[in-house]
């Protein structure tokens, strides 16, 4: 029998790049359920428009050694646009107002604005209390009246869970950490943004991010429309469909491990991991009036969509026939009746072409999920399992965590292998 060395589970870009980390080291194939690379990252072409299945991919990352990694595969100045943030937030009878709303106080109505410098003076006096949940660190950071207008209704939407009940590491380098004196400075200043991972974004001129997971594939053994349901132990090896090897990385969901490796090790977990909460995103593709923006955020409670993503935007290949294109992100499940009444009140008269729904998009930490988790990792990786990926490890990971957690993975892994 052929014995590779190292299984990888699952081409989505956690999938893709430690099998890249890790294929001048150890033989390594790549198993992928479905027939094209990406998971949470795909594209469709729909009546010529790009059509992200899930959100509307962008990349870039605050690390050089993740930036070096990723630009050794692409040609950054003829296959990418760079791009600047421009979003803004759909408030509740009030214009369109700047993203982050915390540089753009001094656009509110002079009441609100009153309240927020209020709060402001007083977060001053008070100094910086320590959060322990993310709704204390949102009121701690920001005060009440940008907690009540803004941060509470749209991440209701999103999370659509208590906020007091998610613990601030799950957010961490995710959070806007600015201090009452850069807010201050910002609207003094004008100054749009923070220096925030997707401030300014790389995005390919085709084919949105499967451009991305097309050019990752290659090189590399990738067998498709190879769905691992059962991995046995045998001796010191993990057999999958009779092949054996040494280590496999499953980049696929953790609520699948207890029926894919039966009884072993994980039944402990069972109760936790079935436990483990998370969230489904409809993704709406329409056609929507022309406009400068990259993301709108929805934060009132009028519409149940949470943002709207104007991928037209990000590349002119993504529209056809001068109609601009975007995505617009539910929460969940929404009926096709739902959608349609949704959109005609939306800003900007999107115009329904598809949707698509995926059911895992949003995990959900609580305290002891990652704590859990990491005991879980540890007892899988005495025996040569490992869990990268979003739903793996149960993170919510970019795409630029995703590859920071692969090449960690393959450090320790190059460690025991050399
Ligand atoms: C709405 C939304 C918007 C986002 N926007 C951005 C953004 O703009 N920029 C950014 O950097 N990140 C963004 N992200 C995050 C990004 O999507 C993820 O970090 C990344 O795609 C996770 O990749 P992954 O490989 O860990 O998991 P996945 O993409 O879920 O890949 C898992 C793969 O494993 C396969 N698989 C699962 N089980 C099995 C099995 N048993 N056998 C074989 N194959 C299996 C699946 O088919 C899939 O291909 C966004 C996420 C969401 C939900």
Partial sequence: ?????????????????????????????????????????KCDNVNGYLYHKVGGHVFNSKRQDVLDWFWSFFDKQNEFVQASRNAVISMPGQQLVGYPIENHIYTLETSLMKKIIGDLLYITKQGYTPAINFEEFLKIHFGNTLFDIYFQPYNKKIWKTNLTEIPLS?????????????????????????????????????????????????????????IVNAIKRVGKFWEINGEQFDKIIFCGNIKDLSKIIRGFYVNTYKCFIDNLAYHGTTTVLCEIEQNPYSWIYLPDK?????????????????NCNDKMTATIEFTDELPKRDIDLQLNKMPFSPKYLTHHYTP?????????????????????EKENFYLLGRFAEWEYYNMDAAIVAAIDLSKQIKQIIK
């Fill in 1 to 41: 029998m052929e014995i590779s060395d190292i299984a990888v589970i699952g081409a989505g870009i956690s999938g893709l790049s430690i099998a890249h980390c890790l294929k001048e080291h150890a033989q390594v194939k790549v198993f992928e359920a479905d027939v094209q690379p990406g998971g949470l990252i």
């Fill in 170 to 226: 799950w957010l961490e380098g995710k959070l806007p950490m600015p201090t009452i004196e850069d807010i201050l400075y910002n609207n003094f200043n004008r100054e749009k943004d923070h220096n925030m991972v997707h401030s300014s974004f790389y995005y390919a001129k085709n084919n949105g991010s499967q451009f991305l997971a097309n050019r990752l594939a290659e090189g590399l053994d990738i067998s498709f429309n190879s």
């Fill in 302 to 318: 009028a519409y149940s969509a949470h943002r709207i993503i104007c991928t037209g935007n990000f590349s002119p290949f993504n």
């Fill in 360 to 380: 895992y998009t949003y995990p959900i930490q609580n305290a002891n999920t990652r704590k859990t988790i990491g005991v879980l990792k540890s007892e899988l």
